[in-house]
């Protein structure tokens, strides 16, 4: 069995056919997702989705690209969505520099729900892209633990969150033939520390790139983990899906 770590399902580009794609889990033994919401009303279709779907978690949370948008009274709604029964992280939270956005407003949104995070006793999702030593910082200093979410850092910085209690999630990149990075934290951090996502609707992977990604492609990402790797893609699936058990929870 696969556990989708982190699926859009909630997105517009996927939630109307959520039923098909759902079929096409099952057909490929993806039994269990975590929906991530962004903002707050893609939070409230994640939580709306796990009441739905057994096979669906919940995160809830205002991401570093979304914190334009931020307002007290909409991290109060979030605050409360946190507490529902099948919210299992808080997230996707963090710090993304690769735009011209205000770092101080991201640093305020990411802190403000580290607090949320601490008070309820979750997990986080981190979303950190070109920001690795502020978000690193910024975590050591909450003593949170969770998710680094698609990661596409080094192996050596990634060995700097597993020691925080953080595991590495990998998505489509780690198939792109050019992207080394994430070959090398596959091949490198412990498969007892890591994850399988696909982040759809993006970044769908190979063979199927250039396509609308969607949750069933989880399977490409443990296959590709499992060649660099040396090893069958059952202990892959198998220690994948118990890590995700573990850090959410379930």
């Given at each position: 069995?696969?556990?989708?770590?982190?699926?859009?399902?909630n997105?517009?580009d996927?939630?109307?056919e959520?039923?098909?794609?759902?079929?096409n889990?099952?057909?490929?033994?993806?039994t269990?997702?975590?929906?991530?919401?962004?903002?707050?009303a893609?939070s409230?279709?994640a939580?709306?989705?796990a009441?739905?779907?057994e096979?669906?978690?919940a995160?809830v949370?205002i991401?570093p690209?979304?914190?334009?948008d931020?307002s007290?009274e909409?991290f109060?709604?979030i605050?409360?969505?946190?507490?529902?029964?099948?919210v299992?992280?808080?997230?996707e939270?963090?710090?993304?520099?690769?735009?011209?956005t205000?770092?101080?407003?991201?640093?305020?949104?990411?802190n403000?729900?580290?607090?949320?995070?601490?008070?309820?006793?979750l997990?986080?999702?981190?979303?950190?892209?070109?920001?690795?030593?502020d978000?690193?910082?910024?975590?050591?200093?909450?003593?949170c633990k969770?998710?680094?979410?698609?990661y596409?850092?080094?192996?050596?910085?990634?060995?700097?969150?597993?020691?925080?209690g953080?595991y590495?999630s990998?998505?489509?990149?780690v198939?792109?033939?050019n992207a080394?990075?994430?070959k090398?934290?596959?091949k490198?951090?412990?498969l007892?520390?890591l994850?399988?996502?696909?982040?759809d609707?993006?970044?769908?992977p190979?063979p199927l790139?250039?396509?609308?990604?969607?949750p069933?492609n989880?399977?490409?990402?443990?296959e590709?983990?499992?060649?660099?790797?040396e090893?069958?893609i059952?202990?892959?699936?198998?220690q994948?899906f118990?890590?995700?058990?573990?850090?959410?929870?379930?």
């Amino acid at each position: 069995m696969y556990f989708n770590t982190h699926t859009h399902l909630n997105s517009d580009d996927l939630y109307e056919e959520r039923e098909q794609l759902i079929k096409n889990c099952f057909e490929k033994n993806v039994t269990e997702m975590t929906v991530v919401g962004y903002d707050l009303a893609s939070s409230k279709r994640a939580v709306a989705l796990a009441h739905e779907y057994e096979c669906i978690h919940a995160t809830v949370g205002i991401s570093p690209n979304d914190c334009e948008d931020y307002s007290e009274e909409a991290f109060k709604e979030i605050a409360v969505l946190a507490r529902d029964e099948e919210v299992v992280a808080i997230g996707e939270i963090g710090l993304d520099y690769y735009y011209d956005t205000d770092k101080k407003l991201q640093k305020r949104v990411f802190n403000k729900h580290l607090e949320l995070a601490k008070e309820l006793d979750l997990p986080i999702v981190i979303h950190c892209r070109d920001a690795y030593e502020d978000c690193y910082n910024m975590l050591k200093e909450s003593g949170c633990k969770g998710i680094m979410h698609c990661y596409s850092g080094s192996d050596q910085m990634a060995m700097r969150f597993v020691q925080l209690g953080f595991y590495i999630s990998l998505a489509g990149p780690v198939t792109f033939k050019n992207a080394k990075m994430p070959k090398l934290v596959a091949k490198n951090v412990p498969l007892d520390k890591l994850l399988i996502e696909t982040d759809d609707p993006y970044m769908a992977p190979v063979p199927l790139r250039g396509t609308r990604n969607e949750p069933a492609n989880v399977v490409y990402i443990a296959e590709k983990i499992a060649e660099l790797k040396e090893c069958s893609i059952e202990e892959v699936e198998r220690q994948t899906f118990d890590n995700a058990k573990d850090i959410f929870h379930i």
